[in-house]
């Protein structure tokens, strides 16, 4: 086991300077476009997978970066400080969109969608949630029969982040109804399998330009080759794929509260009330240190579990303490954002009203906040019992 490092390596911290450059100078810019038009730029889009974004977890020899859980993370925080539609697009194909055919996938399947992932030719998407099934995630009513040399997957699937633009589905189907979570199995689907299509633009209070959509599968042919690990092992594939995601989620809250506070700070410096700024006002100061003291809680639990990662270490409750205390830290901050805003926090025009809706997402997505409780409940109950 590794000593426990905060420090960034030089080129992790060349890397988040570059990043951080391109948030400034490219992103950051466009963001009120992105809100009102509800897309990313196809400009931004192009430099992103230039710059190699979409590979982030991908190992170098698929044409990754390969920098392991701690780099992504550094470089997650800095894609949290600009528009979260933007990094969700990003966050979406490189965390739970390709972790399951990195970690689980043969080297065919590897070979095959890797390098067009990386470079962002291919978009990957993950589909677990459905109707009947989103924290009762065992719930499924996607079934897959095998014909010959192919699995037949009939059902369909609802919030999907990436829809409409992925190439590439992480689909979880129920291969043997008697067997409960051991009868699931992840498939590898791709949008062009016959029998595949995907519904409109879901609508969202935030994330704008990270489009959603249903899916459906009526008939759809998938190869037995892309059965995506050991058949009936799809519900630990879900689990392991959303755990490993779990530390990128609490990054781009920490980047996304940063922000914040960054901005909080420097409007309490320059609105003058009663005669002076008010930074002065002590309820204010209790604002601003309050919010500092949850980024910064925030920041040590976000890299010791990016570590544990790396590490290969089991990380199932921390994983779901991360991302709980993620999502209740940027909701937090958000909200103490606005108040210290006033109006100017409520008007559409100014970015910290498009952060307090983005935040909301956080506590519903990739695993409610009750049920990381629960994972973390179940968790204590193994350890002191």
Same mark, same amino acid.
């Given at each position: ?7 960034? &390596? ?49 190992? /170098? ?34 965390? #739970?969109?390709?972790?399951? #055919?990195?970690?689980?996938?043969? /080297? ?9 992932? +990386? ?15 989103? &924290?009762? @995630? ?49 498939? #590898? ?51 392991? #794929? ?8 609490? +990054? ?39 919010? @500092?003291?949850?980024?910064? @809680? ?20 921390? @994983? +779901? ?17 606005v108040q210290i805003h006033g109006g100017i926090g409520y008007i559409a025009e100014f970015p910290v009203e498009r952060f307090y809706r983005d935040a909301r997402i956080t506590k519903i997505y990739e695993g409610t906040s009750e049920i990381q409780?629960?994972?973390? +409940? ?8």
């Amino acid at each position: 086991m590794g000593i426990m490092d905060f420090q960034f &390596s030089e080129d992790i911290k060349v890397l988040k300077q570059s990043i951080r450059d391109f948030i400034d100078c490219e992103v950051d810019p466009l963001a009120m476009e992105i809100e009102e038009k509800d897309e990313i730029p196809e400009k931004i889009m192009k430099m992103s997978k230039e710059m190699g974004l979409f590979g982030l977890s991908i190992p /170098e020899e698929y044409g990754g970066t390969g920098i392991g859980m701690v780099g992504k993370c550094a470089i997650y925080e800095e894609l949290g400080r600009t528009h979260n539609g933007y990094t969700t697009v990003i966050g979406a194909h490189t965390g #739970i969109g390709s972790v399951g #055919i990195v970690e689980m996938g043969n /080297e065919g399947q590897k070979r095959k969608y890797l390098p067009s992932m +990386a470079r962002g030719e291919m978009i990957g998407a993950f589909a677990l949630t459905e109707p009947s099934a989103g &924290s009762h @995630a065992t719930n499924l009513k996607t079934t897959a029969v095998r014909i010959g040399n192919k699995f037949i997957l009939n059902g369909s699937k609802h919030y999907i982040t990436n829809a409409p633009i992925a190439d590439v589905f992480t689909v979880m189907a129920v291969t043997d109804p008697s067997k409960g979570a051991k009868g699931i199995t992840s498939f #590898i689907v791709e949008k062009d399998f016959p029998g595949f299509t995907v519904g409109k633009n879901e609508k969202k209070m935030g994330l704008h330009g990270s489009h959603s959509a249903e899916i459906f599968f009526e008939d759809c042919e998938v190869p037995v080759e892309n059965v995506l690990g050991q058949e009936g092992q799809g519900y630990v594939n879900a689990l392991k #794929i959303l755990a490993n995601g779990r530390a990128g989620l609490a +990054a781009r809250n920490l980047g996304s509260s940063d922000k914040l506070l960054e901005m909080s700070i420097q409007h309490a410096n320059t609105r003058i009330q009663f005669g002076k700024p008010i930074f002065e006002q002590q309820i204010i100061q209790h604002y601003l240190a309050d919010m @500092a003291l949850d980024i910064e @809680a925030l920041r040590s639990m976000t890299y010791r579990v990016a570590w544990m990662v790396d590490q290969e270490m089991k990380i199932i409750k921390e @994983a +779901a303490m991360v991302k709980l205390l993620g999502s209740e830290v940027y909701n937090r901050v958000a909200d103490k954002a606005v108040q210290i805003h006033g109006g100017i926090g409520y008007i559409a025009e100014f970015p910290v009203e498009r952060f307090y809706r983005d935040a909301r997402i956080t506590k519903i997505y990739e695993g409610t906040s009750e049920i990381q409780k629960n994972i973390i +409940a179940a968790q204590l109950k193994r350890e002191y019992l």
